[in-house]
Each structure stands twice: as structure tokens, then as C-alpha cells.
């Protein structure tokens, strides 16, 4: 029987980390001069984790990061379908609309894994459109395959150690649409919105109100094969939100553990990396603490919040803010995570990231907006 676990995203360090940080002037704000450029030592009671507010080398310098979560993980897709009439008319209009990111296969990475796992299949959308934005870590085994209907997307994937995925903008289509004779689009219908996820290993429909903030994972094997289903709405004034994906990984030498990962947009382009550490403190709170940094390693924000245990089933969820060099809260962030013990990668998280619209962007001299 498939195991249905309610994911809500992550980020940590490792305990005995010690980061070079780069010292660097506050950007508009009151950050004193020890928060800039002292040593990185976890301290899980500290304010901060021990993190400075110091630049970074690109992707921390972590060679995990580079092998499987760089840049060159998402492949930029050109979707034919963009440019249909129809679509290309509800890609205009400025109103809500989801982002959807699924990745299948061996979350965890493990590196023990020999066999592949044949994932082809696709995704279908009952009354609304798809638009493929980005592939995730597709190789030589893998191939969108050519688009034929607004509402169907196909693919060939096969994973083994690793995992793909995609992600996808997702249209509510109008009444007119309906007919297909028109190429005009006013009216919004009303039946609800749903999408399937149809490979071999697992099917599954997911409603629209559940589309809405969606964060689940579907365990399909004892092999540690799922499914990831992660969810963003963009409203019309495209305030800034995004997802997150990375490691979640206990360590032996203390309670708690590390997470590390990529800091996506809503339409999955990568914006950079995070890092970060998790434990208990003295106070008896579970607490997490991190960083991330754009592409080029500068710092984006420092990340704190709280992350607890599932009622049932492994993993469990985190909720937090993250802050410019000014200490101001630029917005927050919440996902799932699941660890592992058993294996050398380690855990998985996913999440997302928001800010919130009435924010100003002073104190970091840069905004973190994106690009379709």
C-alpha cells in the first residue's frame, strides 16, 4: 500500500562546521561588525546558529552541492505550447495562477542503488492547461516527448540513484476554451481545476484546493522511491516566492543534523544555495539555522525557525523567517523533511519560500525577484 506523508521544507550545518566569512558593510542597516565577519561556529543557542552575515564562496564551497545541486541540475525548457493562442492569452492576464514542482524517484540519494526505475507516464490537467517551465536533472535516459494537447504533458524518465522532475505552470481554462473553437479567453470556468500524475510506479489526482498549498510526498517502495508534490500560488502583483530542495541529514556526533540544498523560483530557476544546521538547544526547542546565497555566493538572508516531528509516518515539518543584514524579516519559509541514517546522502527536504507583498527591499541592495 503507497504510504501518504505530508511534507513542510528545511535547512542546517553541520555541528562542527567552521566557515570562512567574508567581512562585508552592512547594507543599509544596524548588523554591528561582529555579525559580518566572525569565525561560523554552530552554536544552536545562539540568535543566530553561530552564522555570520558574511559572503560565501559559490555553493559554499561543498563539493555535495556542486555534484547535485548546481546549476546545471535545471535545463531551461521552450515549450511549444506557450505559444498557442489560448495559452499563451491566459500567460498574459493578471491573475492567480499555480506552480507546480514533482520530483520522482530516490529523494535520498542513495548511492547503493543499482536498478533502474522506469517512471515514464505523464501529467494531465482536467479543465485548465500545463506549460512546462524547467526539467530537473534529466540525463541521456530521459525525454519530454512532443506536445500534442494543452491538458497532457508526456515524458520518458528513468532514475536509479538519483532523481527528475519538472516543473510546470498550471492554467485554470475559461468557459469559452471549453468549446476549443475560440481563441479568445474571458470567462473563468466553473469546475475545478485538477491534475494526474500518471507513471508506472504511482497515479495519483490532485485537486484544486489542494493544489493551492500543496506539500506531500508519496513513499511508491521499500527501495526509498517517491514522489514529491510541491506547490506555489503567484498572485497578480508577483510578489516574490519560490521552493527549496536539498539534503536533511542526521549526524552521528550530536542530536540533530545538517541540510543543504537549492533556493529555486516559483517557476524553478535557480537563484542559489542554502546551508544550515538543526538540533535541539539548551532550552529544549528543535530550531534550525542557516544561510543562503545567490549564485555568486553573496548573502541573501539568514535563516531561523522551528521543525518538529509528523504525527505519523517518518519526517516531519519546519516553519521559519529569513533576514537581510539589516535583521529586518524578509519573509518566511516552511516545507517537510525526511531523515535517513542508513544511507551516505542522507535525508530530503522540500519546501517553499515567500515574501510577503507589502515588503521593501531595502538592506540588501538587490531583489530577489525572477524571470519567467
Not at 18 to 42: A, E, F, H, K, N
Request: charged share 25%; with cysteine.
Amino acid at each position: 500500500m503507497k504510504r501518504i506523508h505530508l511534507m513542510t521544507a528545511a535547512m542546517m550545518l553541520l555541528a562542527v562546521w567552521i566557515l570562512p566569512g567574508c567581512s562585508d558593510s552592512p547594507l543599509g542597516g544596524s548588523t554591528d561588525s561582529d555579525l559580518l565577519d566572525r569565525t561560523q561556529v554552530v552554536d544552536l543557542d545562539d540568535p543566530y546558529g553561530g552564522f555570520n552575515f558574511g559572503d560565501e564562496s559559490p555553493m559554499f564551497g561543498d563539493e555535495f552541492l556542486m555534484e547535485n545541486y548546481g546549476a546545471d541540475a535545471v535545463t531551461d525548457v521552450y515549450d511549444v505550447m506557450a505559444s498557442d493562442p489560448i495559452v499563451a492569452d491566459l500567460e498574459r492576464q493578471p491573475r492567480s495562477r499555480t506552480f507546480l514542482m514533482i520530483t520522482w524517484g530516490n529523494l535520498e540519494r542513495d548511492t547503493t542503488i543499482t536498478e533502474w526505475t522506469d517512471w515514464s507516464g505523464g501529467l494531465s490537467v482536467d479543465n485548465g492547461v500545463a506549460v512546462v517551465k524547467r526539467l530537473i536533472r534529466w540525463d541521456a535516459h530521459d525525454q519530454l516527448l512532443e506536445r500534442t494537447a494543452r491538458d497532457k504533458i508526456e515524458w520518458i524518465s528513468k532514475t536509479g540513484p538519483h532523481f527528475d522532475g519538472i516543473v510546470v505552470a498550471l492554467h485554470k481554462t475559461s468557459e469559452r476554451d471549453s468549446t476549443r473553437d475560440s481563441t479568445a479567453v474571458d470567462v473563468v470556468s466553473d469546475e475545478p481545476l485538477s491534475v494526474t500524475f500518471r507513471t508506472g510506479p504511482l497515479t495519483v489526482t490532485i485537486n484544486e484546493e489542494d493544489l493551492k498549498d500543496l506539500h506531500r510526498v508519496v513513499v511508491v517502495d521499500d527501495a526509498g522511491n517517491a514522489v514529491a508534490f510541491n506547490t506555489i500560488e503567484i498572485n497578480p502583483e508577483r510578489c516574490a516566492a519560490g521552493f527549496m530542495a536539498g539534503q536533511w541529514k542526521n549526524v552521528s556526533h550530536r542530536p540533530g543534523g545538517i541540510f543543504r540544498g537549492k533556493w529555486i523560483s516559483h517557476n524553478g530557476l535557480h537563484m542559489g544555495h542554502l546551508r544550515g544546521v538543526y538540533g535541539t538547544n539548551r532550552r529544549g526547542e528543535n530550531v534550525f539555522f542557516g544561510k543562503w546565497i545567490n549564485q555568486g555566493g553573496q548573502f541573501r538572508g539568514l535563516l531561523k525557525g522551528h521543525y518538529g516531528r509528523n504525527d505519523e509516518g517518518p519526517g516531519g515539518w519546519f516553519k521559519g523567517v529569513w533576514l537581510n543584514r539589516s535583521l529586518h524579516t524578509r519573509g518566511g519559509l516552511r516545507g517537510g523533511w525526511q531523515a535517513s541514517d542508513r544511507i551516505d546522502g542522507g535525508g530530503f527536504f522540500r519546501g517553499q519560500w515567500a515574501e510577503p507583498c507589502a515588503i521593501d527591499n531595502e538592506g540588501d541592495g538587490e531583489g530577489d525577484g525572477d524571470k519567467e
